[in-house]
């Protein structure tokens, strides 16, 4: 207890009062028949403004806001006006060389198609 | 004699509104953060109520509002009386969907927020954009607010 405390007075005061440098955007993931289908929503991004990672079955997506300059002075603020990053553990069973990301009106599509192997396939039975 | 500084009555009307919504805002933003974490569902408490920002020049007013994934045919606008509505219905694709939701943290559905605006507008010149999932309304301000703002030059 008394070495936790000493850690939190230790850090710089403006860490506590900083706002969040990133917001988690609300995810939808359902499974097709062939694909697992993410979407996220990041209001304020442009397909230029989007990254999407791969490394060790963890999925980055990171969207940076194009709309972070306003006009005139604020009157009154609801968004959280930072940029958004999510990461996913992946399914060693999706093919991550054949990821599709698609930005629509603020809405990031990720089609993660299953491997080949593990594809339902229907069998045909032989005289 | 007392002196009481002048002020805009529209002006100090909007002021308490403010104040108490950004509170809500605070109250739920709270909620966001910590329980939503837990239920899984931002939208469990209410529905959906996208984000508005509200800015302002010396000539126009601008409200921006957080819509991601619609159709500009699903948004309506209108203006009276000094305030402005934003609703429609974020319509959940069609499709047949065969197989399993995993995770479902998008709300679907109808939304509507009314906001008063700080200053008379011309509601003849008001225009919308949607891009990127921002809506973005400019609202200019009424010809008789902008000759209140005469420039005094101190000699």
Redesign the interface.
Known sequence: MKQQLSTTTERPVESASRLPAWDVPPANIREEHDAYILELEMPGVNKSGIEVTVENNELTLVGHRSDLETKGEVVYQESRRCDYRRSFEIDPSIDTQKIVAKMEQGVLRLTLPKAESVKPRKITVGD | MKLIRYQDPELAAWQPI?RL??LR?EMNRLLDGSLAAFTGN?GLFGGWSP???????KD???V?A??????KEEIDISFQDGMLTISGERKQESEV???????????FGRFHRT?SM?TKVDADKIKAN?????LSVELPKAAEVKAKQIEVKIS
């Open positions: 403010n919504s950004s805002e931002a984000s508005i920002d509200v800015h302002q020049d126009t007013i601008f921006k957080e819509l991601p994934g619609m159709k969907r065969e197989g399993e939701n995993f995770r479902s943290e998008r709300f906001i700080p949607y891009k990127d999932g921002i």
